[in-house]
Nanobody, 119 residues
């Protein structure tokens, strides 16, 4: 199973991007998920989480601007990012957990997608 992250790019401050994180196999169902980011020279930090009950949590730096969501039919998790700031620039990673066939609960990381915010 792979989590395929996409949607990064270069935007100007104030613009929006939507990141996607899709599971490659239907045998793995994303139940809980998180988006992390890592800027050059900094540690990876948790940006947003989505739980199996639908509860979402956000880092204070993105509250009110970012929205994490899930499409069960597509087995995909999204991160809608609005009003982007230069300090949001980083490589964004998704982390998804869920049941995988008869193998129990598993966690997987996506490969990362670059977000650049610059005028």
């Amino acid at each position: 199973v792979q989590l395929q992250a996409s949607g990064g790019g270069l935007v100007q401050p104030g613009e929006s991007l939507t990141l996607s994180c899709a599971a490659s196999e239907s045998t793995f169902s994303i139940d809980v998920a998180g988006w992390y980011r890592q800027a050059p020279g900094k540690q990876r930090e948790l940006v947003a989480t989505f739980t199996s009950t639908g509860t979402t949590n956000y880092d204070d730096s993105v509250k009110g601007r970012f929205t994490i969501s899930r499409n069960n039919a597509k087995n995909t998790v999204y991160l809608q990012m609005n009003s982007l700031k230069p300090e949001d620039a980083a490589v964004y990673y998704c982390n998804g957990g869920g049941s995988e066939g008869g193998r129990g609960f598993r966690w997987y990381w996506g490969q990362g997608t670059q977000v650049t915010v610059s005028s």
